[in-house]
């Protein structure tokens, strides 16, 4: 069974005083759960105190960011190999990073790479925007971040990968359109059916893909339903400690009520 994971992506959000108290107050709320990972991917500065306050049975760190190369000249950037004794996953490929940053989808490919070969996971972000829904390029978006992301990659590493789809229209900074769990559905089975094209059907079992979107503490249960979703990527209710509380107990209360599919 794919272990359904709820990460937290705080964005360029909370300083170090107080992203600590976040944690305390998640801490105190967020029960340990066998069958439930929780991660929480702070900015780059609270990255090394939290490392060394969190209850590592209760939640694991992912960074949101990092640079392709190991070392070197590269002013204002951080490894991934400076991240690795700090963190369990690196989120690549969000769409702020894809718009803001301009980051093509090569870089995305070589940061998944950069990632493995520094011993950290990807939760890899893809997904459509708008415009490229409206025109029935959903498909080939997906397929064409999938393809080119997971490029250098063995088949043991793509079944470690953790895709988030994130369909852009569907962030809340983006506009926050609530996604229908028919697409969600549609794109989640979508992109399996790719990996497994690519890495034959094992990998794309193992390979847990998980739902981010305007997801908060009242939508949760129904994303975390969708048959296929393993799980969800939340930004901004993840920074509000009763609304990201809620959603792990949806989660909790999911596995309990035995609703997954
Ligand atoms: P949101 O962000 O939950 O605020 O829509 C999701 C994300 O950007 O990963």
Redesign the pocket.
Known sequence: MRRILIAG?WKMHLNVQQSSLLVHRLSERIKTHNDIEVVLSPSLVSLQPMSLEIDRRKFRLAAQNAYLKDEGAYTGEVSFTMLKELVHYVIIG?SERRIYFCESLETVRDKVAAAFRNGLTPILCIGENKEEREDGMTKQVLHDQIVTALYNLTAEEVAKVVIAY?PVWA???FG?ELAKPAQIETAIKFIRHQIAQLYGQRVADEVRVLY????DDQTARGYLEIPGCDGA?????SINYMKFSGIVDAAYRMLREGTKE
Do not use: P, Q
């Open positions: 992506n969000h994130e962030i809340s900074t926050g981010g979107g305007s997801v990527l939340i930004g901004g209710a």
